[in-house]
């Protein structure tokens, strides 16, 4: 990991498009099947759409049928941070970027037929792709 990026909300807002901040600043979630990356499964690595943070491979993605981009791994080093969220009700763990602390989605522990038994389960707008270059 590089160094930490802040910013203020105005400086997020002015690079990020208003999903984004939603989804990254505002802890938001898109819907359900609509993400650019759900069905998304070219060779390359998944990185942060606020700070450009490599965050995952594409060797460790996986169809869940969940809607939104599922991983069972992030990249090597401390990529994410995991927290505990009770918002709307439920216990559940969200994983943000260790650079910037932007909201990604949430972790589960329920893919057994993954080598890590879970599931990141990320938002497309949180992401950028980079293909492997051949």
Request: glycine share 8%; aromatic share 10%; charged share 25%.
């Amino acid at each position: 990991m590089t160094e930490k990026v802040e910013h203020t909300d105005e400086e997020w807002r002015e690079r990020l498009t208003p999903e984004q901040y939603r989804v990254l600043r505002e802890q938001g979630t898109e819907r359900p099947f609509t993400g650019e990356y759900d069905d998304h499964f070219e060779s390359g690595v998944y990185s942060c759409a606020a700070c450009g943070q490599e965050l995952f491979e594409s060797e460790t993605k996986f169809h869940s049928g969940c809607g939104w981009p599922a991983f069972y791994a992030a990249k090597a080093g401390d990529r994410v941070n995991l927290h505990r969220d009770t918002s709307h009700g439920m216990v559940r763990t969200e994983v943000t970027c260790a650079r910037c602390d932007s909201h990604l989605g949430h972790i589960f522990d329920d893919a057994p037929q993954t080598p890590t038994g879970q599931r990141y389960c990320i938002n497309s707008v949180c992401l950028t792709f980079q293909p492997t270059s051949d």
